[in-house]
């Protein structure tokens, strides 16, 4: 093992899968042979656990006692002593008075719980999602990578554009055709809450709003407390907006060379292969793990 590193922290997608959500037959084996050397691997993703599930059980991450990050840092499973940890979900009240708040900035609501995918629309992304709906078939016949991405929006219900809730949520997506409209509602949210939620970027057109002390960096650092390493013992890789603070705070952050330029700009380490070329495992190799 190498003498600095203790612990992997991979993001999933565009990072550790493929851009059509698959793991390689390489990716399988160089990961298991790390976690046998001794390294505990760690999947830290958006995704929601039950979606992670299938990666880790190909990883064999439950017999190598690894450990799942799912939804921005909200839940962490510990495959060690299959242990649950949370950190502070967005309450029924704050979610429906932030679809509010989303509908008066032009953006639409995108969440999730036990039952499924809920999709909060607004006037003009209304008229694209019904003509969209008709064409997803289409999309994916022609693009499978474009195909692959849809499968969420056509299993999402849609409710009314101010739904009433009973529970609290992990995270919620906001989405608008128009750049300006998402830029526009951040910065109205923090001027009205102040530090109470912290803005995961997607892209122009997507970001992702979770409880200031939701992130993979907060699960991560639960995580070396836990087991008692320390975050200069951590390599990280991701792509995102989410993994920004991580790859900031972890002993060696690592950015997939397929990641946004907005991304890549901001990135100490870039992998010179992307995500559909195994960059994650090519990048490890050259380490010396």
């Known amino acids: 093992m190498h003498e600095i590193y203790r612990m992997i922290v991979c993001d999933l997608d565009n990072t550790l899968v493929d851009s059509k959500k ?152 906001f989405l608008s055709h128009k750049p300006k409209h998402i830029v526009a509602l951040e910065t109205a949210i923090h001027r009205r809450y102040g530090r109470t939620y912290q803005f995961f970027y997607e892209n122009p057109f997507v970001s992702e709003i979770t409880k200031s002390d939701v992130s993979k960096r907060h699960a991560v650092e639960y995580i070396c407390q836990k087991y008692g390493y320390e975050m200069k013992q951590v390599i990280a890789f991701g792509d995102n907006g989410n993994d920004l603070l991580l790859l900031e705070a972890a002993g060696h952050g690592v950015t997939m060379k397929n990641a946004s330029r907005y991304i890549r700009a901001q990135a100490n380490h870039i992998t010179e292969d992307t995500c559909d070329e195994d960059g994650v495992i090519h990048y490890l190799k050259k380490m010396n793990l």
């Not at 990883?59 to 990050?69: D, M, N, R, Y």
């Not at 939804?71 to 649950?84: A, L, Q």
């Not at 499924?116 to 693009?143: E, V, W």
């Not at 009433?164 to 919620?172: A, G, I, M």
């Open 22 to 173: 698959q793991l390689s037959a390489a990716t399988i084996q160089e990961m298991i042979r790390l976690q046998e050397k001794g390294y505990l691997l760690v999947i830290a993703s958006g995704r929601f656990i039950h979606e992670i599930e299938p990666v880790a059980k190909a990883l064999q991450i439950e017999e190598h006692h690894g450990i799942i990050i799912a939804c921005n840092g909200f839940e962490i499973y510990d495959k060690k002593d299959n242990s649950y940890h949370r950190f502070t979900p967005i309450s029924a009240k704050e979610s429906e008075e932030l679809i509010r708040f989303a509908k008066s900035k032009h953006c639409c609501t995108y969440l999730y719980d036990e039952d499924g995918y809920y999709f909060i629309q607004t006037g003009s992304i209304r008229r694209i999602m019904r003509i969209a709906k008709h064409l997803f078939p289409l999309f994916r016949k022609l693009h499978p990578k474009i195909g692959h991405g849809i499968d969420r929006y056509e299993q999402m219900q849609i409710l009314k554009e101010e739904p009433h809730f009973e529970h609290s949520f992990q995270k919620l997506c």
